[in-house]
């Protein structure tokens, strides 16, 4: 009987830690707030000897003295270390077909992003990774931006693209009673996709029987800047009004 007691209080224990990850992950994230940038860095304390070992970097002075006794870390690197933390190996940064999927729960667009913590990345083209962080909750991020800020924490939706959950960071996390909170930050760039013609119709309200303010064509952008029912309030140049979101791609 008691053996059977210490292995229920032992998987408890570990369905604690596993639950737990997530918030490890955030609370290193936000241990590092204030400290450096430098390339290639995974937390090294910042010398002179560092930088001149790096002359393209030490060329940046006096950005880079700034960070000489702190802690510094390059994008990847504020990434990577966090989830070590928790025993996570993030071996690829890009979420596309270039990465193992196995190294992944799932990815996706920041048009559909998850709500919960994960890495976040910023794309100049879908090869290459311009900036990564880490979505910490509350519509707040923590990444090692660069030279002048180094490791800051931003409100959403930021300038992200993606975002990736590596494999193991919810492992046996509960189910969740009640659906995921639905969250949406704007504005957001859209793009006016087929209608049943060429065009689009921007109404003054949300509604078919409202008057047309203007028609744009299809292939167009807009931003959206709210929604209502079927509905988003987009800006269009100095124009502004309601499309209805079947017309409309988020990016």
């Given amino acids: 009987m008691k053996y059977i007691l210490f292995l229920l209080i032992l998987s408890l224990i570990n369905l604690k830690i596993n639950c737990d990850k997530a918030s490890k992950v955030v609370e290193y994230a936000k241990s590092k ?111 090692a931006k660069g030279y002048e800020e180094g490791v800051i924490k931003g409100k959403m939706p930021g300038k992200w693209t993606d975002w990736t959950i590596p494999k193991g960071l919810y492992d046996n996390e509960p189910i969740p009673d009640k659906p995921k909170e639905k969250i949406t930050w704007f504005p957001y760039l859209a793009k006016v996709i087929v209608s049943s013609g060429r065009t689009v119709d921007i109404r003054k309200s949300p509604s078919k029987n409202s008057s047309i303010v203007i028609r744009i064509l299809v292939g167009e952008y807009v931003t959206i800047t709210g929604e209502e029912n079927d509905w988003y309030k987009v800006t269009y140049g100095a124009t502004s009004g309601y499309i209805m979101k079947e017309f409309l791609r988020k990016f």
């Fill in 33 to 143: 707030i204030g400290c450096g940038y430098f390339p290639l860095a995974v937390g090294q304390i910042c010398t002179e000897e560092l930088l001149k070992k790096y002359p393209f970097i030490f060329s940046q002075e006096p950005k880079t003295k700034k960070w000489i006794g702190k802690q510094v870390f390059s994008s990847n690197g504020l990434v990577s270390s966090a989830f070590n933390k928790v025993g996570i190996k993030i071996y690829g940064l890009i979420p596309s077909k270039a990465a193992d999927k196995t190294d992944w729960e799932s990815y996706g667009r920041i048009s559909n992003f998850p709500n919960k913590v994960c890495i976040l990345y910023r794309f100049e083209d879908r090869l290459r990774t311009q900036e990564t962080g880490i979505y910490i909750g509350n519509g707040e991020y923590i990444q």
